[in-house]
């Protein structure tokens, strides 16, 4: 099976991107997975700290380690926005493939300085594991928000992501280029949709070459994610919208079944909303 390294080398080659969609439960794993062995393209799950302190941190690792085993698929698990080096150290020594180390938060000289300490912690434990760092600000939550934060001052300059590569020595970079954590109300009723500094992608790549990762890829318009992908975006998370289909999906389950007390027979339909979600995604990810 190819490492995830040589998945990403690949897709630049091939012009596609892959999916990374974030789970907190079963229903979610169970549902990104049933999509992407249907179509048969590797997939990233990832979990936030938050995501990970309800799973459980090992337990996440031993879901997605017996997928890959028992299928022989190419399935990889991302610990996804981490702040601390603790926690950095608690997904290495679970077996996590990858690591999202954001200090984005802090001033630039800091953020190098952290992510850098994290990198060389985490490689000592597994020297394998892909290490991504954050500049700019893409906001914070996927969740729906009211009203869209105002990102323009955050977004990342092909000259600091350079800088930001050569000093800390990252495998993966998580520009600022337009996207945003979380939707808009307007976005989940389709109503408008995100759109991407698109030429920025492009100067980003040129100036870090690096595999780059769109964050808050959730309610981006499709024409843009394409071009995303074209201008060299590697990895594309997914939070927002797959947890808007589990929540409508289970709310619909709950109210034609008032007397049903089964989660397996409640839930299947929920695993399925979810995954025709994730489908439609990764199919426009990997040019399918
Ligand atoms: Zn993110």
Excluded at 141 to 157: K, M, N, Q, V, Y
Excluded at 208 to 224: E, K, M
């Amino acid at each position: 099976m190819q490492t995830l390294r040589q998945i990403l080398d690949h897709s630049s080659q091939g012009g596609v991107a892959v999916g990374h969609f974030n789970v907190s439960d079963l229903v979610l794993l169970k549902a990104v997975f049933a999509a992407a062995r249907e179509l048969q393209v590797p997939v990233i799950v990832g979990a936030s700290e938050g995501e990970r302190a309800f799973l459980g941190t090992r337990q996440l690792a031993a879901l997605v380690r017996s997928l890959r085993d028992e299928f022989d698929f190419p399935i990889f698990l991302n610990a996804d926005h981490t702040h601390s080096l603790a926690k950095a150290l608690e997904a290495a020594h679970a077996g996590y493939d990858a690591i999202v180390f954001d200090a984005s938060a802090l001033p630039f000289e800091e953020n190098v300085r952290q992510t850098r300490e994290a990198l060389h912690a985490v490689k000592a434990i597994n020297p394998a594991m892909l290490v991504e760092g954050e500049i700019g600000d893409i906001g914070t939550g996927s969740e729906i928000h009211d009203t869209a934060p105002d990102l323009t001052a955050g977004l990342t300059s092909p000259d600091q992501a350079r800088q930001f590569v050569e000093a800390t020595g990252v495998d993966i970079l998580a520009p600022a280029v337009g996207n945003m954590h979380g939707m808009l109300h307007s976005m989940v009723l389709g109503e408008t949709r995100k759109h991407l500094d698109i030429e920025r992608i492009a100067q980003i790549k040129k100036a870090a070459r690096v595999p780059l990762t769109l964050h808050g890829g959730s309610g981006t318009d499709d024409n843009d994610l394409r071009q995303a992908i074209s201008a060299g975006i590697n990895i594309i998370h997914m939070n927002t919208e797959l947890r808007v289909a589990w929540r409508q999906a289970l709310d619909r389950a709950l109210a034609q079944q008032p007397q049903e007390i089964v989660p397996y027979k409640l839930l299947p339909s929920v695993i399925e909303s979810v995954k025709q979600v994730t489908s439609a995604r990764l199919r426009l990810f990997n040019r399918m």
